[in-house]
T-cell receptor, first 112, second 112 residues
């Protein structure tokens, strides 16, 4: 089944403890992106990638890192999480320019 | 800059029509439309590329006025299943194709 898989679905962590949220797609998509969703703010783009080793900042990149070493994977790294990074995170992928995105199921992160 | 969606919320009775607008301060290359049901991931509805085209499937259609930097989503003869939050996403001319920016969303509630 064609899909975008995020793990974990839920995560509670403490301030400062490094964590990684994984994202994998099995559709050979070129474009991948990370968004965070907060009430009243919509979906805000954190980072995106247009191909292997090609990444760029979105609107809210502070406190996050990404890498794209393989086409299928696009992990989101929080080196030192803070409570203001508590949010619902979505990974999404698209085959290329001019096509829609497929979203993963989301990761609900709580930083205490 | 996030595109601006209006209205923020709308309540309909089954069978009524609705229009959701999306406006950008930047020249646009494409406009995406997604629907998100409560507790789920956004789902792609359609994409409109430059040229003022109108697209649709079933009773949901959309238009894109490139000159006005606006798009509208039309829902006709609404059904209960249309309930959810609708997001427009925009890709700007001259920007990166992976930089898909979403509006804050329009919450649509369809009542029996």
């Amino acid at each position: 089944e064609a899909q975008v898989t995020q793990n974990p679905r839920y995560l509670i962590t403490v301030t400062g403890k490094k964590l990684t949220v994984t994202c994998s797609q099995n559709m050979n998509h070129e474009y991948m992106s990370w968004y965070r969703q907060d009430p009243g703010l919509g979906l805000r783009q954190i980072y995106y990638s247009m191909n292997v080793e090609v990444t760029d900042k979105g609107d809210v990149p502070e406190g996050y890192k990404v890498s794209r070493k393989e086409k299928r994977n696009f992990p989101l790294i929080l080196e030192s999480p803070s409570p203001n990074q508590t949010s619902l995170y979505f990974c999404a992928s698209s085959i290329r320019d001019g096509y829609g995105y497929t979203f993963g199921s989301g990761t609900r992160l709580t930083v205490v | 800059q996030q595109p601006v969606q209006s209205p923020q919320a709308v309540i309909l009775r089954e069978g009524e029509d609705a229009v959701i607008n999306c406006s950008s301060s930047k020249a646009l290359y494409s406009v995406h439309w997604y629907r998100q049901k409560h507790g789920e991931a956004p789902v792609f509805l359609m994409i409109l590329l430059k040229g003022g085209e109108q697209k649709g499937h079933d009773k949901i259609s959309a238009s894109f006025n490139e000159k006005k930097q606006q798009s509208s989503l039309y829902l006709t003869a609404s059904q209960l299943s249309y309930s959810g939050t609708y997001f427009c996403g925009t890709v700007s001319y001259g920007g990166s194709q992976g930089n898909l920016i979403f509006g804050k969303g329009t919450k649509l509630s369809v009542k029996p």
